[in-house]
Every structure is written in C-alpha cells, then in structure tokens.
C-alpha cells in the first residue's frame, strides 16, 4: 500500500498506481481494487490500517475464536471414542451455531480435518494402558494388598538396588557384601512371522504389493529375566533358560502346566551351577496353568455329602511322568484324592481295610464329624454354591473350603520350586505393570518388527532370538525401577489411576515422596 501511494504521489494516475503495484507483486485487477479501497480507508482514518500477513493475521481462522474451539472441543468429546471431521462440519451447519458465531455456511471436510487438530485431536493408534477390567476388583486388590505386597517387601530389603540415573551402577545407599536375593521374573510371549511395522516413510511412486493373509507362523517364547543380571543364562552364555515352543495341535502341542514345571526346572539347574552366592525367587502370572496342583489335590469342589465310591479325574502319565494321549484327547483315570490334615494329625478321606465300606470315600459330612462339626441340619451347598457373604459355616462345602488344609494347598509349581530351595510368588491378577518383563518384550518385539519378513519357521526363530538379545541391561533395569514405582504406589494406598498417574510423573524415580497423596488431590485425580 505504501509502494502504491507513492506512485500516485510522484504523478500516477490513481487506477494506473494501484495496478501497477499489483502487477509488480504479481498479482492482478483484485489486489489493485483492495489497494484504492484500504488506501481511501487510511485516507479518512489514520488509524485504519489492513492487517499484516507476517503477523498471521491477514486471514485469522475462525477457529481461533476461543469460544467456537471450546465449544467444539465439548461437542467432539460428548461423542464418545469414534470422532470424525465429518462431526464438526454437521455440527456448524446447524443454524442455531452459525446464528451465534456469525457463520453464513458450514466448513469444508479439509478444513475440519485442519481445525480437529486445532481442537487437540490427532490422527493416530491409541496408545494402550494397564488393563482395568478386574484391576480394582475386590479380591484382586485383597490378594495385591494382603498377600503380594508384603511377600514382595519381604525381600526388598535383600535385592540390589541399581541407580535410576545410572543403571549400570548400584545406589550409594546399597551394600554389596553378603547374599543378594535376584527375583526372576517368568512371562510367555508369542511372535508372529507376519508382524511388521505398519507405518514408514513410503516414495509416491511406490506401488502396492501383494501380502500374506493372516498373522503366519507363530513361535511362543518363554523366559526369565531379572535387572540383576538379564535374561536367564550360564556364566558362559552357552545354556539359556529360554523355551521356543510352536504352539498348535499339529505343531508342539500347548504349553501346559508340565512345560512350566520343566522350564521352572531348567532355570533352577542353571543357578545351581552358575549362581549358587545369590537366593532366588521366581515371579509368575497369576495364570490357571501356573496355578495347577496336584491331580489329587484335595479340594472340596466336587466332594459328595454321603459315603459313596468317589474319586477325581486325572490324567494317565507314562513312566516319565507326561500325559498319555489316544486321538488326541487325554486319557483319564480316577484316582482318590490325597487324605487331609487336622490339628496336627493326617485325617484318611477313605474308610480303612476292615471296615464294612473299605474303599470308599467317606463323605463330607463324616469328614466334618470327626472335626467336631455338627451337619446333621446342613445341606451339601448353598445353591449354586452362592454363600451369602461372609459366611463360614451355611453349607457343608462351605466349612471344608474355609479348613486350613484345604485352603492352603500349595500349586504343583510352588511344590517343585521349593524342594529346590527356590520361593515362588504369583502376580496380581490383571496387573502387568508389576511384571516388568512385559517392557522387554515390547521392545523386542518394536525390533523384531524392523527385520525382513520370511516364511521360513527357522528365520522365525533366528529373527526372534536377535530381537531378544537386542534388548539392552540397562533398558531392563529402567523397566524394573519403573515397575518398583507402581509397587511403592499400592504399597501407599493408590488405586490403578493414580498409580499410573503417580508413575509416571515421577519418572526415574524407585518411590514416590511422601507427599504423592496431596499431590494426586490437588490434580483431581480419582
């Protein structure tokens, strides 16, 4: 405008000026009519001046009015998780909206693509978080609260403590003399031949090529780690604890309570030989395959009232102890359950030799007789086995299921790991964020996702076992101190949310302050 109006000073004629300072911008007959009508504005208004493009002001969105975002933002939200851009051009169609905000039309599907960002939205995966489904359940936070915790602080005090800004260092505070106790952490994890990266930088030239149906091969994987010392292998790297196993009935079958046991005994014999200094204790999932006891464990489930020839099912095992198959399908047996044990002494649950019902199961009611209980007026069960709550003594199964003996029946897992001096320690349901092992098969798995694809089941499992070895000690250290976080978190009373929260503010760090409990009030976190 300037340029314009000292042409017309120095003689121009004033239509002539304007277009030839459009002309000399390269633009046309528009720009030269907008330069006479700001020029008489200036003219009569000192102070009516067009607004700049370098401030990014020549064409403001309409977006940028703070109360039409707000109001879009709450719109989009009230939608539920499925937004789309077509939602806001619906949206300011509507003749009330453009009433108040000055609006003669609706916008354009790019341009509500442009302004979702505007409104905080982003185009992109979700990120996953801790499973909720369960976490703050009843029992499930009983058992993380009551039993998990206090096993886990039991042996806080033994573990190394490696520092969170240096992971290849222990903390100051931490003494390196005497016995360690190294806790191992077991998980199972599966890759698929067809799992590669979905998003990359692709040429526009770039044509589509044809790919392979379905997720392919898959090959199982199960594995101990600790952040003392890594994956579980020799000093030697020459024996590892790790299980490649190809899941499947054609294949190897499916890893069952007997492949647990066997993998928890190979780990052991290698700490036998190679770390015999430290103690050691194994964490697993709280899973049904690692909760399995023994075929005949005694347990009040299926137990009759009366005295009859009873007995639980259970597999018929060959000479080295593995479960016979005929088509297919196990082969079963029954077998008597394992006689109980009240106040000091072994009870049978089977009448003896000489005794007119030799043989046979006594019943629930006898059992509980020769305990002192009086079930001459009780029933076998509440229906379906729904006491109301808090009670003890309603039902016959409901008073054995309250014993000691059969309350406290240790796992098959539990059985084996023991008799090698070894502890074990079930998991939280629902809780993968104390199993810090989950972090290193993510990463493994973002690596995994880089190398080239292959049909061949070998270049499965070398591809596999390259990812797995990339995973760095020190990145497995970060993982474990941040899963001491969400343990310091419910060891002060935080639910799931704030656990999260808590976590992740104080990222680097092994605890939380003191404070953490003011702190989660003052940011309304529930």
């Known amino acids: 405008m300037e340029y314009f109006l000292r042409a017309f000073v120095n003689g121009a004629m004033w239509s002539n000026a304007a277009l030839q300072t459009a002309q000399f911008v390269g633009k046309g007959l528009y720009l030269s009519r907008k330069l006479r009508e700001w020029s008489k504005a200036y003219i009569e208004d000192r102070e009516n001046l067009p607004l700049s493009k370098s401030s990014r002001e020549w064409s403001n969105s309409r977006i940028e ?59 992109t995966t979700a990120q996953n978080g801790q499973y909720v489904d369960g976490h703050e359940r009843e029992d499930v936070v009983d058992y993380r609260q009551n039993r998990f915790l206090p096993a886990w602080y039991a042996l806080d005090s033994k573990t190394r403590k490696w520092s969170t800004i240096d992971t290849t260092q222990l903390d100051k505070e931490q003494t390196t003399t005497g016995r360690h106790t190294v806790v191992w952490f077991h998980d199972e994890s599966t890759f698929y031949a067809h799992d590669r990266r979905k998003k990359r930088w692709v040429h526009k030239d770039e044509k589509s090529t044809p790919q392979p149906k379905g997720q392919g091969l898959s090959l199982m ?62 964490i697993f999932d709280n899973a049904t395959t690692h909760l399995k006891r023994a075929d005949d464990a005694i347990s009040a489930r299926q137990m009759p009232k009366g005295c009859k020839d009873w007995g639980v099912n259970a597999p018929v095992r060959d000479a080295q102890g593995n479960p016979i198959r005929v088509d297919g399908k196990l082969k079963m047996q029954k077998v ?37 209980f009086d079930v001459s007026k009780l029933k076998a069960q509440c229906k379906n086995f729904e006491c109301a709550a808090g009670t003890t003594d309603c039902c016959c199964r409901r008073i054995l299921y309250c014993q000691p003996d059969f309350a406290n029946i240790e796992s098959l897992l539990e059985t084996t790991c023991k008799a090698r001096g070894v502890q074990v320690i079930f998991l939280p349901k629902f809780h993968c964020e104390l199993n810090f092992i989950e972090q290193c098969w993510g990463f493994a798995k973002r690596l995994y996702r880089g190398y080239p694809m292959s049909m061949k089941d070998s270049d499965l499992e070398q591809n596999v076992e390259k990812a797995l070895d990339a995973v760095p000690l020190a990145s497995m250290r970060r993982f474990a101190i941040r899963s001491s976080r969400f343990m310091d978190a419910y060891h002060k009373g935080l639910n799931g949310s704030r656990a999260a929260w808590a976590a992740k503010k104080y990222r680097g760090h092994r605890v939380l302050p003191s404070s953490i409990l003011a702190e989660l009030d003052a940011a309304k976190i529930i």
Not at 95 to 106: E, G, I, K, M
Not at 231 to 243: K, V
Not at 246 to 273: P, Q, V, W
């Open 336 to 372: 008597r359950i394992a006689d109980g044990f009240h106040n000091g002494a072994p009870q049978e649950f089977y009448w003896p030799e000489g005794h007119e019902k030799a043989g046979l199961f006594k019943g629930m009611a006898s059992i509980l007789t020769e305990r002192g």
């Open 221 to 282: 994987v199960a594995d101990f780690v600790s952040a003392d010392y890594g994956w579980l292998r020799s000093r030697d790297g020459m024996q590892s604890a790790r299980i490649l196993f190809r899941a499947g009935k054609a294949r190897d079958g499916y890893f069952s309570n007997d492949e647990i046991i066997r993998h928890a005994e190979k780990a052991m014999t290698i700490l036998e030989k190679d770390y015999p200094d430290d103690d050691h204790v194994f």
């Open 65 to 123: 009015d703070e109360d039409l975002k707000e109001e879009l933002r709450i719109h989009l939200q009230s939608l539920g998780k499925y937004v789309t851009a077509s939602a806001l051009v619906k949206y300011l169609a509507k003749p009330d909206v453009q009433l108040r905000y000055n609006l003669s039309r609706t916008i354009s599907l790019r341009t509500a693509e442009r302004w979702m960002k505007t409104c905080g939205f982003r185009w």
